[in-house]
């Protein structure tokens, strides 16, 4: 028996034949996250049910304010993203791809206490697939990293065996991001000490490796140390997404099209 | 009422429930609190049934408890097998602890358990959590007694043997 366990550790998950076999456990699993969160989403149906009309009105105008906002907001942005094709195709550089973003809702975060990992439910019926970039309001929020018929996990960016590709978006200074177990912070590494980057720069997404598409924010520098002697500083920097928050998040969606970045790195 | 020997239903409807409550979702920092309630009902039935559920049983349950927690599935199988293997040997003695001993006893075996798992993904690069697993096992402590009275109440009602 223990040897029918380890033969699973270290040999069944190179299998590629049963990748069908663990997204059905997978799914099976996930189903016990939603039984067990059950009791909480019907306490929030019975309060959301109870809320006042008054609540209601008030949200009601202060959500069409925002709207108005927004959408104003956005003639800008179609027309600053018409010029930036204009530039592109001036550079003869690659088109940037326009994705499509689907809405998923958190169920709930993996039991165990060393995996940043979120349940979703949405899953390859809804067309997810793995390594798409999780988004939330204010940032990218990580990765698909399983995906079964009516529900996905994904990767948090503050995960231990997570890293992410990012430059400075001040100077275009590269570096990676990789996350340290803790929702308050993510570490870039390799940044040398001599490199021009300070507290509260944004950090984007570069696009290289090919998994996130790049332009996308990630983290404010939020630490710098510069120990004697050492050829790399050590920053940290604060995710700008939260990560413990929030029931929906965003799964961008490659839509057809030119890719963001070279067909090689696909 | 169920014949007796078909009650084993039971331990797996148990078993599910544990299971269950195991995804209980809780705030980000507050999960290392988790009392690894399915290892405790599965020693429960190892203890009171040796001769039926064994090694067979911990590994199914470890597993499922893997995928749960999307970890490398077989870990945590690994480490019940472990720590059920020594209640087989040592039951008998077990059973004539008192509770606080007993919870005790459990403690440390939720603790070899998580702890042979976080070997294994220590030795495979995978992030384990150092010594924070400690927690787990020390919360498991006071859940024995719980644990051991619920399923106690289910035996003697559904005559499981």
Redesign the interface.
Known sequence: MLLLCLASLFYLRNIDGLAGARAVLMDGANFIYRVAVTPRDAWASVADYLQSREQLREDNRRLQQENLVLQGKTQQFVAVMAEITRYRALLNSSQLVAREVMVAEVISVSSDPTRHLLILDKGADDGVKIGQPLLGAEGLMGQIVEVGANSARALLISDLTHAVPVQINRNGVRGIAEGAGDLDHLIIRHIAATTDIALGDLLVTSGLGGRFPPGYPVAVVSSITLPAGAAFAQIEAQPLAHLDRGRHVLIAVASEGPAAFSSKAQ | MISSANALWTVAASLLVA??????????DW??Y?PELTLLVLFYWVLALPHRIG??S??IT???VD?????????L??GA??ATLIILFTYQRIRQFNLIQQGAIMGMLVALALLVESW??QF?G????GY?FWLAAAVAIPMWPVVRKVLRGLRRYFEVS
């Open positions: 299971l269950v409550l195991h995804a209980i979702p809780l705030p980000f999960r290392w988790r090694v067979f911990a590994a470890g597993f499922a995928l749960l927690e999307g970890d490398l599935v077989g870990g199988a690994v097998v472990v294994l993904h495979l995978l992030p384990a959590p924070k």
